[in-house]
Nanobody, 126 residues
Framework: QVQLVESGGGLVQAGGSLRLSCAAS????????MGWFRQAPGKEREFVAA????????YYADSVKGRFTISRDNAKNMVYLQMNSLKPEDTAVYYC???????????????????WGQGTQVTVSS
Protein backbone atom coordinates (compact mmCIF):
# COMPACT_ATOMS: atom_id res chain seq x y z
CA GLN A 1 0.00 0.00 0.00
CA VAL A 2 1.18 3.48 -0.87
CA GLN A 3 0.36 6.61 1.07
CA LEU A 4 0.66 10.05 -0.48
CA VAL A 5 0.23 13.28 1.47
CA GLU A 6 0.24 16.65 -0.25
CA SER A 7 0.94 20.01 1.36
CA GLY A 8 1.77 23.56 0.40
CA GLY A 9 -1.46 24.77 -1.15
CA GLY A 10 -3.01 28.12 -0.33
CA LEU A 11 -4.27 31.45 -1.61
CA VAL A 12 -1.98 33.51 -3.83
CA GLN A 13 -2.37 36.47 -6.13
CA ALA A 14 -2.01 36.13 -9.87
CA GLY A 15 1.66 36.19 -10.82
CA GLY A 16 2.69 34.68 -7.52
CA SER A 17 4.31 31.35 -6.69
CA LEU A 18 3.62 28.28 -4.59
CA ARG A 19 5.53 25.09 -3.96
CA LEU A 20 3.56 21.90 -3.42
CA SER A 21 5.08 18.92 -1.66
CA CYS A 22 4.09 15.26 -1.68
CA ALA A 23 5.36 12.83 0.94
CA ALA A 24 5.28 9.20 -0.16
CA SER A 25 5.50 6.07 1.94
CA UNK A 26 4.72 2.38 1.75
CA UNK A 27 7.06 1.04 -0.95
CA UNK A 28 10.37 1.62 -2.71
CA UNK A 29 9.70 5.17 -3.82
CA UNK A 30 12.73 5.62 -6.02
CA UNK A 31 11.73 2.95 -8.55
CA UNK A 32 8.47 4.62 -9.67
CA UNK A 33 7.52 7.59 -11.77
CA MET A 34 5.31 10.14 -10.05
CA GLY A 35 2.76 12.66 -11.25
CA TRP A 36 0.69 15.70 -10.35
CA PHE A 37 -2.90 16.22 -11.43
CA ARG A 38 -5.45 18.93 -10.69
CA GLN A 39 -9.20 19.23 -10.62
CA ALA A 40 -11.13 22.49 -10.84
CA PRO A 41 -14.77 22.73 -9.74
CA GLY A 42 -17.06 21.16 -12.31
CA LYS A 43 -14.19 19.83 -14.39
CA GLU A 44 -12.48 16.49 -14.82
CA ARG A 45 -9.17 15.76 -13.15
CA GLU A 46 -6.40 16.72 -15.55
CA PHE A 47 -2.74 15.86 -15.89
CA VAL A 48 -0.24 18.53 -14.86
CA ALA A 49 3.23 16.99 -14.77
CA ALA A 50 5.13 13.72 -14.47
CA UNK A 51 8.66 12.82 -13.46
CA UNK A 52 10.62 9.64 -14.12
CA UNK A 53 11.91 7.45 -11.30
CA UNK A 54 15.37 9.01 -11.47
CA UNK A 55 14.15 12.56 -11.92
CA UNK A 56 16.06 12.78 -15.18
CA UNK A 57 12.97 13.11 -17.37
CA UNK A 58 9.90 15.28 -16.95
CA TYR A 59 6.75 15.99 -18.93
CA TYR A 60 4.25 18.83 -18.60
CA ALA A 61 0.81 19.73 -19.79
CA ASP A 62 0.92 22.55 -22.32
CA SER A 63 -1.06 24.77 -19.98
CA VAL A 64 1.72 24.79 -17.36
CA LYS A 65 4.84 24.32 -19.46
CA GLY A 66 7.43 26.98 -18.70
CA ARG A 67 5.71 27.98 -15.44
CA PHE A 68 5.67 24.79 -13.35
CA THR A 69 8.57 22.53 -12.43
CA ILE A 70 8.27 19.00 -11.06
CA SER A 71 11.14 17.54 -9.06
CA ARG A 72 11.82 14.75 -6.61
CA ASP A 73 14.15 13.85 -3.78
CA ASN A 74 14.40 10.06 -3.62
CA ALA A 75 16.41 10.16 -0.41
CA LYS A 76 13.46 11.87 1.32
CA ASN A 77 10.64 10.14 -0.60
CA MET A 78 9.35 13.52 -1.71
CA VAL A 79 7.95 14.98 -4.91
CA TYR A 80 7.55 18.71 -5.48
CA LEU A 81 5.69 21.00 -7.83
CA GLN A 82 7.07 24.52 -8.06
CA MET A 83 4.41 26.77 -9.54
CA ASN A 84 5.40 30.21 -10.81
CA SER A 85 3.51 32.94 -12.67
CA LEU A 86 0.26 31.55 -11.36
CA LYS A 87 -2.97 32.42 -13.13
CA PRO A 88 -6.58 32.35 -11.89
CA GLU A 89 -7.19 29.39 -14.20
CA ASP A 90 -4.65 27.39 -12.17
CA THR A 91 -7.14 27.38 -9.29
CA ALA A 92 -7.89 23.73 -8.44
CA VAL A 93 -7.31 20.93 -5.99
CA TYR A 94 -3.89 19.47 -6.77
CA TYR A 95 -3.25 15.76 -6.35
CA CYS A 96 -0.05 13.76 -6.13
CA UNK A 97 -0.25 10.35 -7.81
CA UNK A 98 1.74 7.14 -8.12
CA UNK A 99 1.35 4.25 -10.55
CA UNK A 100 0.61 0.71 -9.40
CA UNK A 101 3.78 -0.62 -10.99
CA UNK A 102 7.06 0.62 -12.40
CA UNK A 103 6.10 0.60 -16.08
CA UNK A 104 5.88 3.77 -18.13
CA UNK A 105 8.74 6.24 -17.84
CA UNK A 106 6.44 9.28 -17.85
CA UNK A 107 2.83 8.22 -17.30
CA UNK A 108 0.44 11.01 -18.18
CA UNK A 109 -3.02 9.49 -18.30
CA UNK A 110 -5.40 9.29 -15.36
CA UNK A 111 -5.62 5.52 -15.72
CA UNK A 112 -1.82 5.19 -15.53
CA UNK A 113 -2.03 6.01 -11.83
CA UNK A 114 -3.38 3.92 -8.99
CA UNK A 115 -2.54 5.75 -5.77
CA TRP A 116 -3.72 9.28 -4.99
CA GLY A 117 -3.23 11.74 -2.19
CA GLN A 118 -6.06 13.64 -0.54
CA GLY A 119 -5.31 16.80 -2.50
CA THR A 120 -4.34 20.34 -1.58
CA GLN A 121 -6.30 23.44 -2.60
CA VAL A 122 -4.62 26.11 -4.69
CA THR A 123 -6.54 29.33 -5.20
CA VAL A 124 -5.21 32.11 -7.42
CA SER A 125 -6.93 35.46 -7.13
CA SER A 126 -7.00 37.97 -9.96
Amino acid sequence: QVQLVESGGGLVQAGGSLRLSCAASGRTFRTYAMGWFRQAPGKEREFVAAISWSGGSTYYADSVKGRFTISRDNAKNMVYLQMNSLKPEDTAVYYCAAPAAAGKVLPRRFNDYHYWGQGTQVTVSS
